[in-house]
C-alpha cells in the first residue's frame, strides 16, 4: 500500500550533496592532508631508499596525478534543514577524505561506496553515504595545469595532454539520519547508471532525487518499506522496540577479514576501552569494522571518541591521550612499520587487509572464550563462512552467498556432503576446526545438530521481496548479535540487584557523580567464577559500564528506559523465568542462546509482506530545457524544485523535529528530577559527557588556535581522569586497611587491586604520550626515564651501590641510642630504574614502565620521582611540544599533588606480582643495651620466611650482627627464626628485636623479641620463632602522622610480661581470658572466610599478639601455683608432668574408655615429638608448638578436655582457676570446636623439626 506516515516519523535522508573539483576555484593543494603525509615521508627519507615509488603518501614529492587536491561541496539540496544543521567542512572531509584524485584512461576508476559518520556535540548521530566515481576534465585550464605541474616535476612517462584523457574523482552522496547502507548503496548505483548508461532516465534526476529527499519517508518501527530507485525497488526495514537496535552492515565481511579469534580480540580491547586503530585501503571496511564491533556490545555503548574514518588533515589526532577508536586509511604501498604512532603501550592496533592485529600487553581474555569461539563458528559455517576468516572472499560477496544457499543444500540433499558440515571438504584444513573439534570432545557437545540451514530460497511458499544475498546478510547479522547478546545477558544476568541506587536527591547526585559508587563492583565480582575475573574487574571499571548504570539509576519505569536498556532488561528477565535460580548463585556452566529463531523470524516475516510503500517518482514542475544533462557526466541539478518538499503531505513537514522530540525527553527528565530548566540542560549535556571529553574531533580546515583548544580540552580531561582514579584507589585501598583494624567489611580483591594499578599505569602512559615530538619505543614513560637516565649519568659519575649494598659499619650508624636501625635507603629515581633493569624476566619497555610505577608506588615514591623527572625542564622541552599535558605547568602541579595522596596507604603491588625476581635483603640484630651484648660469644644465625618462600639458615658475624644476602623475593615477611649455637664462656643472649629489610622495595620489618636466648636463663631456650610487622619508614622518631594501621601487633611484649617472672604477670579475670579466646578464635574464622588472594598471615593469628597461642596460654596461667620465689614454673611443666601421669595411667590400664585412649595416645605422641625435637627451643616455644600443632590436627578441644580432669591440675592449680571450673572449660571446647571445619596449614618454620 501507498502510504502516508505517522507525524512522528521522519524523512528516509535529510540531504543529497554532490562533491568533487570545483573549476572556477581551480587546482588547490590540499595543505593539510598533503603536509601530514610529506612530514610522515621525510622521516624515513634518511633511512632507506626514501620515496620513490609514487604511491606512497601524497607529498609534494609525488606524481601531481597522486598528489591531493582539495575537493568542495559542490552543492546540496536542501539548503538547511532545521533538525540537521548542514556541516560543509565535515561532509566534505568525509566524503573525499583524501581531497580530489586524479586518474588517466590508463588507471582502473572502479566506482566505490563508503559510508560515514558524523558525531554532533550533544553526541546525536548523523550517517552519510558516498559513491565516488570518475569523470572526464573537460576544462582545457585544469589539463595544461596537470601538465605543466608534471614538467616541473619531470617525469618521464608524465601527462600528455595531447595524447591522454585526464579524469577526476566526484562524489554523490546521502546524508541520513539512520543507517541503512544497503538501501542507499542501491539509490546512489542506480542514480549513478543513468548518468553513465548510454540510454537516458525515465524521468529527470530531479524527480528521482526529490522523491528520495521528500517522498520516501523513515520505516516506522517493525516495520518495512519499500520504494523506487531509478531501475528498480529498493527495500529496508527496522526492527521493533523489542528487538535489537537496527544494523545494516555485512557482519560477515568483519569475520572474513579477520577471523573469529581476532574478532573477539578486538570485542575485548573495545569493551576495555583500549585505544584502538583500524587500518585498511578501503574506506568502507574501515567503517563496517567500527560499526560491527560497536554494535556488538549492546548493550553497552562506546563513550568514547569515534571517528571510523580519519581524515588525512586530522592524523594529529592520533596524539589524543584519550580512549579512541579510529580508522586510518592505509594507501596500501606503505608498511605497517612506518607508521608513526604516538602510543602504542595500550593501543589495538588492526590491519583489516592482511588480517593481522596488534594487541596491547596483558589483555584479559573473555570469559568463556572457547565455549563463545565455537558458538560464533557454528552460525558462521551454517552461512559456509569460515571461522578462520578469508580476506579473499570478502571481496566476491554474492559469489560467497551463492555457494551457500545452493550447493551446499543440494549437495546435502544427494549425499555427497556428511552429515557433520565440519567434514565437509571446504573446511577439512582448518586450524580453529581441530581447535573446536578437540574442544567439542572435551564438552561433550555434538556437531550433529551443526546444519547448514535450508534457506528461505529452498522454501518456494515464501515470497521474499528483497535480494536473496540481503536476507542472508539480515540472517547472519541477527544470529551473530543474538549471540553476542546473549553473553552479557548471562554475565549480568542479575545486575540489578548490585545497582546502587542513590540516597539523596537526584540534583546532588549530578554534582557529586564523580565521587559517587553506582554499582557494588566487590559482591558482584565475590558471586563470579574466578576465571571471569581478570576480565570483569577490569570492565566494570570502564566508562561505558558506569553509563550503563547511571542510564539504570535514571529510568525508574520502562517508559523512560532507553530503547537498549529496556530489550536488554526483559532478556534478563526472561533468563531469570527459565533459569529460577538463586539471583546470587553463580555457575560458569556456558549456556548457549536460544532465541535466534524467533529474532529471525521477526526479519523474514518483514521482507515477505512489505509493510509499506513509498510514493513512486513522478514529473516534477520544471521548466522546459531543465533536467537535461551530457552523458556521462552527473550535472548540478535544479536547486528551485529541489529546495522545498511538497506542502501536502502530512509527514514531510516532519511535525516533531529532533530538537522536539529532544525536549520530550527533557521533560521526562525533568518529571522525575524536578530541576530548573537551566540544571536540566546542564544534567543531560553532562549526562552525555560524562567523563568523556571530545567524541569527535571538530572536523573543520583546522587553525593553529583550534588544534590548542582541543588540546587544552584532553589536558583537562586527563586531569579529571587522574583525580577520579586516584580517589577511587584510595576509597578502595581505605576501606581496606580500616577493615585490618576491624572495621566493616573488606571490599577489594587482589584482582581488582591490580587493575586498579594497570588501568592508573595505562593513564600514566596517555599522559607521557600526549603531544610528544618524536616516538621512541612503545613506552612513552619509559623512554622519558632512559632519556633522564642518560642525562643524568652523564653529568655524575654513576654512584657505586649498583647491587646489594654493602655492611654499614657501626660508627656510622649507632647515632642515637635507641634508634639504633636501619640507615634509611637513599632516595633514588636512577636506582629503582636500575633495579628495573636488572629484573631479567621483564623484556618489554611497556613491561618495564609498569614494574616502574609498582616499584614506585610500594616505596610511596611515585609523585616524589615523577616530580623528579620533570624538573629537568631542558629535556621536558625537547620531547614535548609546547601543547603537551607535561608542559602545562599548574596541571602537572595538580597532578602530581593527586598521586602524592597515594601515599598515605601501603601497597604492594610491586612484590606481590613479580614474585620470582632475586632481592636483596639486610638483617640486622638489635641486642639488649643494659644487659652487656657485647660480651656475647656464641656464633648467632637466622632464617627468614615470607609468604612465598624462606631462606634457610644464615650465620650472622656476632660482632656487627648484622648481613645483607640475595634470594627470591619472599614476598611480604612474617616470622623470622633466630638462635645460636651455645659456644664459648657467654653464650647467653637478651634480643630486643630484629629488623628485616627488602633493599629494593625499602619496606622494613620488625620482629620484637625482648627474651633471652641461652641455656639457664628463661625458659632455657637457644632459639625462638618471632612473628614481625611492618615498619613504616620514619616511624622511629617522628611522629607517626601518615601511619597506616599496623597490620597486627607484634607477640612479643604481652608474653613478656606474662611468662618471664610469673609473680608480675597482669591478673586478668575469667571474662577478659575467655573473650581474648573468642577473639582469637573469630580472626581465624574470619581469616578463611575470605577469598584466597585476600587472606593476610595465619602466622599472626596463631602466634602473634593476642592471637590463639597467648590466648590459650592465659588460660594455663590462670590461678597456676607458683612453688617458690625464685624459680620460675613454666606451662610446659604442667603438661610434662601430666604427660607423665597419662602415660602411667596407659599402662596400669586405668582406662575409662575408648575415647579417652585415644587422645591420651595422641597427646603423648606430640608431647615425645616436640620433646624430642634436635631443635633448642624452649619451654614456650614448645607450648607454642603444641598449639600450632594441635590446632592444624584439630585437637585441641580435646586436650582441654582430657588435662581438666587429670589429677596433675588439683595438685598446680588453685580452686579458682579456670580450667578447674567445669562450665568454662566447656564453652572453652565448644569455642575451640569451630575450628574443626578450617584445613589450617601451618608455615614451616613453625614446626621445623617435627615428624608428624
Excluded at 561541496?73 to 566534505?92: K, T
Excluded at 576468516?389 to 570478502?394: C, D, E, I, R, V
Aim: include cysteine.
Amino acid at each position: 500500500m501507498t502510504t502516508g506516515f505517522s507525524s512522528n516519523s521522519c524523512r528516509f535522508a535529510d540531504y543529497f550533496v554532490i562533491c568533487g573539483l570545483d573549476t572556477e576555484s581551480g587546482l588547490e593543494p590540499d595543505e593539510l592532508s598533503a603536509l601530514c603525509q610529506y612530514i610522515e615521508a621525510t622521516k624515513f627519507r634518511d633511512g632507506a631508499r626514501g620515496l620513490a615509488s609514487a604511491d606512497e603518501g601524497e607529498n609534494f614529492e609525488q606524481s601531481p596525478l597522486r598528489r591531493t587536491f582539495k575537493s568542495k561541496v559542490l552543492a546540496h539540496y536542501p539548503e538547511n534543514v532545521e533538525w540537521s544543521p548542514f556541516d560543509q567542512d565535515a561532509v566534505g572531509m568525509l566524503c573525499m577524505p583524501k581531497g580530489l584524485a586524479f586518474r588517466t584512461q590508463a588507471d582502473t576508476r572502479e566506482p566505490q561506496f563508503h559510508s560515514f559518520i558524523i558525531t554532533r556535540e550533544d553526541g546525536s548521530r548523523t550517517y552519510g553515504f558516498a559513491l565516488t566515481f570518475y569523470e572526464e576534465v573537460t576544462s582545457k585550464q585544469i589539463c595544461s595545469a596537470m601538465q605543466t605541474l608534471y614538467h616541473m616535476h619531470n617525469r618521464f612517462n608524465s601527462y600528455d595532454i595531447s595524447r591522454d584523457t585526464l579524469y577526476v574523482s566526484k562524489c554523490i552522496c546521502l546524508i541520513a539520519p539512520m543507517a541503512f547502507p544497503q538501501a542507499c548503496r542501491k539509490v546512489l548505483q542506480q542514480l549513478h547508471q543513468a548518468v553513465s548508461s548510454p540510454q537516458p532516465p525515465p524521468l529527470p534526476l530531479e524527480s528521482y532525487v526529490y522523491n528520495i529527499l521528500y517522498e520516501v519517508p523513515l520505516p516506522p518501527a517493525g516495520r518495512s518499506l519499500k520504494f523506487s530507485g531509478v531501475y528498480g525497488p529498493v527495500v529496508c526495514q527496522r526492527p521493533s522496540t523489542a528487538e535489537l537496535p537496527l544494523f545494516d552492515f555485512p557482519i560477515s565481511q568483519v569475520f572474513e577479514l579477520l577471523g573469529v579469534e581476532n574478532v573477539l580480540q578486538l570485542f575485548t580491547c573495545a569493551l576495555l576501552e583500549i585505544q584502538i586503530l583500524l587500518y585498511s585501503q578501503h574506506y568502507q571496511r574501515l567503517m563496517t569494522v567500527a560499526e560491527s564491533i560497536t554494535a556488538l556490545m549492546f548493550p553497552f555503548q562506546w563513550q568514547h571518541v569515534y571517528v571510523p574514518i580519519l581524515p588525512a588533515s586530522l592524523l594529529h589526532f592520533l596524539d589524543a591521550p584519550v580512549p579512541y577508536l579510529m580508522g586510518l586509511h592505509s594507501n596500501g604501498e606503505g608498511d605497517r612499520t612506518k607508521l608513526e604512532l604516538p602510543q602504542e603501550a595500550n593501543l589495538c592496533f588492526v590491519d583489516i587487509d592482511n588480517h593481522f592485529i596488534e594487541l596491547p600487553e596483558d589483555l584479559p581474555l573473555f570469559p568463556n572464550k572457547l565455549e563463545f569461539i565455537q558458538e560464533i563458528s557454528e552460525v558462521l559455517l551454517a552461512f559456509g563462512v569460515s571461522p578462520e576468516g578469508n580476506p579473499l572472499h570478502s571481496q566476491g560477496q554474492a559469489k560467497h552467498w551463492g555457494f551457500r544457499s545452493t550447493d551446499m543444500v543440494t549437495d546435502r540433499r544427494n549425499g555427497n556432503l556428511a552429515s557433520s558440515p565440519l567434514n565437509s571438504y571446504l573446511l577439512r584444513e582448518n586450524e580453529t576446526i581441530a581447535r573446536l573439534q578437540a574442544l567439542v570432545k572435551r564438552t561433550g557437545v555434538s556437531l550433529e545438530k551443526l546444519d547448514v540451514r535450508e534457506d528461505a530460497s529452498s522454501n518456494k511458499d515464501l515470497k521474499v521481496q528483497c535480494d536473496e544475498e540481503e536476507l542472508k546478510m539480515h540472517q547472519l547479522n541477527i544470529q551473530v548479535r543474538e549471540v553476542f547478546a546473549n553473553r552479557f545477558t548471562q554475565m549480568f544476568a542479575d545486575y540489578e540487584v548490585f545497582v546502587i541506587q542513590p540516597n539523596q536527591d537526584k540534583e546532588s547526585w549530578f554534582s557529586n557523580r564523580d565521587q559517587m559508587q553506582n554499582f557494588d563492583k566487590a559482591s558482584f565480582l565475590s558471586d563470579q567464577p574466578e576465571p571471569y575475573l581478570p576480565f570483569l574487574s577490569r570492565f566494570l571499571e570502564t566508562q561505558m559500564f558506569a553509563s550503563f548504570i547511571d542510564s539504570k539509576i535514571l529510568c525508574h519505569d520502562d517508559e523512560d528506559k532507553e530503547h537498549t536498556l529496556r530489550v536488554f532488561d526483559s532478556r534478563v528477565d526472561k533468563i531469570r523465568m527459565l533459569n529460577v535460580r538463586t539471583p546470587t548463585l553463580r555457575t560458569s556452566m556456558y549456556q548457549t542462546c536460544t532465541n535466534i529463531d524467533e529474532a529471525e523470524k521477526a526479519i523474514e516475516m518483514r521482507v515477505v509482506k512489505i509493510d509499506h510503500t513509498a510514493l513512486h517518482p513522478h514529473l516534477l514542475d520544471m521548466k522546459i530545457g531543465q533536467g537535461r544533462y551530457e552523458h556521462g557526466f552527473f550535472p548540478r541539478l535544479q536547486s528551485d524544485v529541489l529546495s522545498t518538499g511538497p506542502v501536502s503531505n502530512k509527514w514531510a513537514k516532519r511535525s516533531a523535529p529532533a530538537q522536539w522530540r529532544r525536549k520530550d525527553r527533557q521533560k521526562q527528565h525533568a518529571e522525575h528530577l524536578y530541576l530548573d530548566n537551566d540544571q536540566r540542560e546542564k544534567y543531560i549535556q553532562e549526562a552525555r559527557n560524562l567523563g568523556t571529553t571530545i567524541r569527535q574531533p571538530k572536523l573543520s580546515n583546522l587553525s593553529p588556535s583550534v588544534i590548542a583548544q582541543t588540546n587544552w580540552k584532553f589536558v583537562e580531561g586527563l586531569l579529571k581522569e587522574c583525580r577520579n582514579k586516584t580517589k577511587r584507589m584510595l576509597v578502595e585501598k581505605m576501606g581496606r586497611e580500616a577493615v585490618e583494624l576491624g572495621h566493616g567489611e573488606v571490599s577489594i580483591t587482589g584482582v581488582e587491586e591490580n587493575t586498579l594499578i594497570a588501568s592508573l599505569c595505562d593513564l600514566l602512559e596517555r599522559i607521557w604520550s600526549h603531544g610528544l615530538q618524536v616516538k621512541q619505543g612503545k613506552s612513552a614513560l619509559w623512554s622519558h626515564l632512559l632519556h633522564y637516565q642518560e642525562s643524568k649519568e652523564k653529568t655524575d659519575a654513576a654512584p657505586a651501590g649498583l647491587g646489594p649494598p654493602g655492611l654499614i659499619h657501626n660508627t656510622e650508624r649507632r647515632k642515637s641510642d635507641a634508634g639504633a636501625a636501619l640507615a634509611p635507603l637513599k632516595v633514588s629515581l636512577i636506582r629503582d630504574m636500575r633495579h628495573i633493569q636488572n629484573i631479567g624476566e621483564i623484556k618489554t619497555d611497556v613491561g618495564k614502565a609498569r614494574a616502574w610505577v609498582r616499584l614506585s608506588m610500594e616505596k610511596k615514591l611515585l609523585s616524589r620521582h615523577l616530580k623528579k623527572l620533570l624538573s629537568d625542564h631542558e629535556l621536558t622541552k625537547k620531547l614535548y611540544k609546547r601543547y603537551a599535558f607535561l608542559r602545562c605547568d599548574d596541571e602537572k602541579e595538580q597532578f602530581l599533588y593527586h598521586l602524592l595522596s597515594f601515599n598515605a596507604v601501603d601497597y604492594f603491588c610491586f612484590t606481590n606480582v613479580f614474585t620470582t625476581i632475586m632481592i636483596p635483603y639486610h638483617v640486622l640484630v638489635i641486642p639488649s643495651k643494659k644487659l652487656g651484648g657485647s660480651m656475647f660469644t656464641a656464633n648467632p644465625w637466622v632464617c627468614v620466611s615470607g609468604e612465598l618462600a624462606e631462606t634457610g639458615v644464615l650465620q650472622i658475624p656476632k660482632h656487627t650482627q648484622e648481613i645483607t644476602f640475595e634470594c627470591q623475593n619472599l614476598g611480604k615477611l612474617t616470622t623470622v627464626q633466630m638462635g645460636h649455637d651455645n659456644s664459648g664462656l657467654y653464650a647467653k643472649w637478651l634480643v630486643e628485636y630484629v629488623m628485616v629489610r627488602n633493599e629494593i622495595t625499602g619496606h622494613a620489618y620488625k620482629f620484637p623479641c625482648g627474651r633471652w636466648l641461652g641455656k639457664g636463663v628463661d625458659d632455657g631456650s637457644l632459639e625462638r620463632v618471632l612473628v614481625g610487622e611492618l615498619v613504616t619508614p620514619n616511624s622511629e622518631n617522628e611522629d607517626r602522622m601518615c601511619r597506616t594501621p599496623p597490620m597486627q601487633q607484634s607477640p612479643g611484649m604481652m608474653r613478656r610480661f606474662v611468662t618471664i617472672s610469673p609473680n608480675s604477670k597482669p591478673k586478668l579475670n575469667t571474662g577478659q581470658i575467655q573473650e581474648g579466646v573468642g577473639e582469637a578464635i573469630n580472626g581465624i574464622v574470619k581469616h578463611f572466610h575470605k577469598p584466597e588472594k585476600e587472606r593476610g598471615s595465619l602466622t599472626l593469628l596463631l602466634c602473634g599478639e593476642y592471637g590463639l597461642v597467648w590466648a590459650l596460654e592465659q588460660v594455663f596461667q590462670h590461678g597456676f601455683k607458683s612453688p617458690r620465689l625464685f624459680k620460675n614454673v613454666f606451662i610446659w611443666d604442667f603438661l610434662e608432668k601430666s604427660q607423665v601421669y597419662f602415660e602411667s595411667a596407659e599402662q596400669r590400664e586405668v582406662t575409662p574408655d575408648e575415647n579417652w585412649q585415644t587422645r591420651v595416645r595422641h597427646f603423648c605422641r606430640f608431647m615425645r615429638a616436640i620433646n624430642s625435637t634436635s631443635r633448642n627451643i624452649g619451654k614456650d616455644g614448645k607450648f607454642q608448638m603444641l598449639v600450632c600443632l594441635g590446632a592444624r590436627d584439630h585437637l585441641l578441644h580435646h586436650w582441654i578436655a582430657l588435662l581438666a580432669d587429670c589429677p596433675i591440675t588439683v595438685q598446680m592449680y588453685e580452686d579458682t582457676a579456670l580450667i578447674k571450673d567445669r562450665s568454662l572449660v566447656n564453652s572453652l571446647i565448644r569455642v575451640l570446636q569451630t575450628l574443626q571445619e578450617f584445613n589450617i596449614t601451618l608455615e614451616a618454620s613453625l614446626v621445623k623439626g617435627i615428624g608428624i
